[in-house]
């Protein structure tokens, strides 16, 4: 599909609603800076599916395009991963250097594209009074301008 028929999200499309599923892609290796990465899938209930980008600069704005299954490969996320966000609501969509596009969730979670505990970049999620997460390192998305 180009990308000038790709259908972006709204901010109204992923706040607010329910995550069904995490997903990932498969595991890929960058021979260059020598580590292994995979994107991050959410699936909501109503069935749209979008990335995790990992690599959003958080003083611009991206769309986030609406993945077709049929595009990608997904595999489940870890369990616990998926057991953290399964039925959980998204309260807002987050940027940050370290993070990229991350989600906050109701109970107090952050969903992102970081290092996991196999030190692969892949899902993580996290409480946000971890030590890990400091919630100044992260501001709300500013949505691109519908056009």
């Given at each position: 599909?180009t990308?000038?028929?790709?259908?972006?999200?709204?901010?109204?499309?992923?706040?607010?609603?329910r995550?069904?599923r995490?997903?990932?892609?498969?595991?890929?290796?960058?021979?260059i800076?020598?580590?292994?990465?995979?994107?991050v899938?959410?699936?909501l209930?109503?069935?749209?599916?979008?990335?995790?980008?990992?690599l959003?600069?958080?003083?611009?704005?991206?769309?986030?395009?609406k993945?077709?299954?049929?595009?990608r490969?997904?595999v489940p996320?870890?369990?616990?991963?998926?057991?953290?966000c399964?039925?959980?609501?998204?309260?807002?969509?987050?940027?940050?250097?370290a993070?990229?596009?991350?989600?906050?969730?109701?109970?107090?979670?952050?969903?992102y594209?970081?290092?996991?505990?196999?030190?692969?970049?892949?899902?993580?999620?996290?409480h946000?009074?971890?030590?890990?997460?400091?919630?100044?390192d992260?501001?709300?998305?500013?949505?691109?301008k519908?056009s």
């Open positions: 599909m990308e000038s028929r790709r259908s972006f999200l709204t901010r109204d499309d992923i706040v607010g609603k995550i069904r995490v997903y990932r892609s498969e595991w890929m290796d960058d021979t800076k020598h580590f292994t990465w995979s994107e899938f959410i699936e209930d109503d069935g749209i599916i979008f990335c995790l980008e990992p959003i600069d958080p003083f611009c704005s991206i769309p986030i395009p993945i077709n299954r049929s595009e490969k997904l996320a870890d369990e616990e991963v998926n057991r953290e399964r039925e959980r609501i998204i309260v807002e969509a987050v940027v940050g250097l993070m990229g596009f991350g989600l906050l969730l109701d109970g107090g979670y952050i969903l594209a970081g290092t996991t505990p196999s030190g692969r970049i892949g899902p993580v999620v996290k946000v009074s971890s030590e890990d997460v400091a919630i100044e992260y501001e709300i998305y500013k949505w691109p519908a």
